[in-house]
């Protein structure tokens, strides 16, 4: 089975991820919730998604899914490098049996309607992190601020499946 990347479905994501064996972690800043409620509405999807972390504050990302605090201190939540170690992290502190999860997930940018530490509504950063590659994706939205957070949880979906396709290495930024 594999999944067309234009096509994600929760569903088929959750199908594919179940046939191959692995796990989700999910870290999500902007989306609050959406992207791991969008992919454990799924029948079964326990199987295959060990759990998820809202870390809306710079202060959470750095004490609960560990990124650099310099790092959050010198350019913001809404960059590329935190998606990086959000998506890296939050396998590990999403273990299942002392098993990190296969795939991490986040999001981090701003959805408005401010901008954030010189980042217009819009700019998004998806991060995502498959064995031992870990990368940052960014994304330009445009809409009210439920359509770029519902937008960055499609395009999330999207990166994921183009990933178990095509594998992280060849499918990041």
Do not use: C
Not at 152 to 171: C, I, K, Q, Y
């Amino acid at each position: 089975m594999s999944v067309s990347p234009a096509a994600a479905t929760a569903q088929q994501l959750i199908a594919e991820l179940l046939a191959r064996g692995l796990t989700v972690a999910v870290a999500e800043s902007l989306t609050g919730g959406l992207l791991v409620a969008d992919l454990i509405a799924v029948p079964g999807a326990s199987a295959v998604i060990n759990g998820g972390v809202v870390a809306y504050s710079s202060e959470i990302k750095a004490s609960v899914l560990g990124v650099d605090a310099v790092l959050l201190a010198e350019v913001g939540p809404v960059h590329p490098e935190v998606a990086r170690q959000l998506a890296k992290n939050v396998r590990d502190r999403m273990a299942v049996a002392g098993h990190p999860a296969d795939v991490g997930i986040a999001t981090t940018g701003v959805a408005g309607p401010d901008s954030v530490d010189g980042n217009s509504p819009g700019v998004v950063f998806l991060g995502l992190s498959l064995g031992a590659v870990t990368r940052a994706r960014e994304l330009s939205l445009q809409g009210t601020r439920q359509q770029i957070r519902a937008q960055t949880v499609v395009a999330a979906r999207e990166w994921l499946a183009e990933a178990l396709e095509g594998g992280l290495a060849n499918s990041g930024e």
